[in-house]
């Protein structure tokens, strides 16, 4: 079956500019989860949806980030007056238990 | 108390060789314990993971060991090939926080050939 697709799959910006990234999980899973990894880094937790409770935005770095996630499906990572700090490889997960997580390719996010 | 420590940073080994990556933690309520697989330019993948109550697991070439009372878990290859080069990052779920997975900071592993 299908598994989590991501895209863009690369973006590139100026500072200063906002940024939206799509994440559509595998069908059915209830969980959603957004991650930030920078070169040769490890995962960095941003964001947390589970089903309709609340999310988990103990992560996110600073107030330019956001994230939504609709219908209990596609979720977008927004970043507002983008940074050079805030260029990484944003990955996305989905998980229909709390156990494993399936991870998309990744948004390579530049910003110039 | 959150984290996962991981250790080495990066490890190269002859191909047949067997490479060892660990992990510590500290915060007992740490309840499953999951290895995962990253190549360049990919997410990572679920390789094989592991509960307290067992003290090692296998699948295929992959061995988890789990000490308890160390609060340590490894991951070991056997006979390993050029194509397990990869980024190999340890976590833990954290039954306390939403089931949260922390993270180990990943391994870069080359098996050369």
């Known amino acids: 079956g299908a598994g989590v697709s991501q895209s863009p799959s690369n973006k590139v910006t100026e500072k200063g500019k906002d940024v939206e990234l799509r994440c559509d999980p595998i069908?059915?899973?209830?969980?959603l989860y957004w991650y930030r990894q920078s070169l040769g880094q490890g995962l960095e937790f941003l964001i947390y949806?589970?089903?309709?409770?609340?999310?988990?935005k103990s992560g996110l770095p600073s107030d330019r980030f956001s994230a939504e996630r609709t219908g209990g499906s596609v979720s977008t990572l927004t970043i507002q007056r983008t940074q050079q700090e805030d260029s990484a490889v944003y990955l996305c997960a989905s998980s229909p238990t709390f156990y494993e997580q399936y991870f998309g390719p990744g948004t390579r996010l530049t910003v110039t | 108390q959150q984290q996962v420590k991981q250790s080495p940073q990066s490890l190269i080994v002859q191909k047949g060789g067997i490479p060892i990556i660990n992990c510590a933690y500290e915060n007992t309520a740490f309840d499953y314990f999951p290895w995962y697989q990253q190549f360049p330019g990919k997410g990572p993948a679920l390789l094989i993971a592991?509960?307290?109550d067992v003290s090692e697991k296998k699948e295929g070439r992959f061995t988890i060991s789990f000490n308890k009372s160390a609060k340590q878990f490894s991951l070991h290859i056997m006979d390993s090939q050029p194509g397990d080069s990869a980024t190999y990052f340890c976590a833990a779920r954290f039954r306390d926080s939403n089931y949260q997975l922390i993270w180990g900071a990943g391994t870069k592993l080359i098996i050369k050939p």
């Open positions: 069908s059915g899973h209830t969980a």
């Open positions: 949806f589970q089903g309709n409770s609340a999310p988990d």
């Open positions: 592991i509960r307290p």
